[in-house]
């Protein structure tokens, strides 16, 4: 059984920063590890993710420039840097890992294990 825990959120005002962390349990051949956040009543959203054998991240619109994905993959931990926080960043951050592409890494169903999620508010 693999178990994906997230760590690092909390309550900070508009400008200010936080750092999510988030391990595998377990040494998996995982080929990405990622983060997504769903807000009440919204749909999850893709925010960034990391693809380890090319050592490639990847960022919505949204948070670029803003945020930074980085990890170390032989522990199978990553790291999310959200710098600039905004109130619309307000959401459950998710960690994600997966073993094989299903068609983008930019969506859920590529993602094999989930955190059960770690809240970010984010006040003006």
């Known amino acids: 059984q693999v178990q994906v825990v997230e760590s690092g959120g909390g309550s900070v005002q508009a400008g200010d920063s936080l750092r999510l962390s988030c391990t595998a349990s377990r040494a998996l051949s995982l080929y990405a590890m990622g983060w997504f956040r769903q807000a009440p009543g919204k749909e999850r959203e893709f925010v960034a993710s990391i693809v380890w054998p090319v050592r490639e991240s990847i960022y919505d619109d949204s948070v670029k420039g803003r945020f930074a994905i980085s990890g170390v993959n032989g522990r199978n931990t990553i790291y999310l840097q959200m710098n600039s926080l905004k109130p619309e960043d307000t959401a459950t951050y998710f960690c994600?890992?997966?073993?094989?592409?299903?068609?983008?890494?930019?969506?859920?169903?590529?993602?094999?294990?989930w955190g059960q999620g770690a809240q970010v508010t984010v006040s003006s």
């Open positions: 994600a890992a997966g073993r094989r592409l299903r068609g983008s890494w930019r969506t859920p169903e590529s993602y094999e294990y």
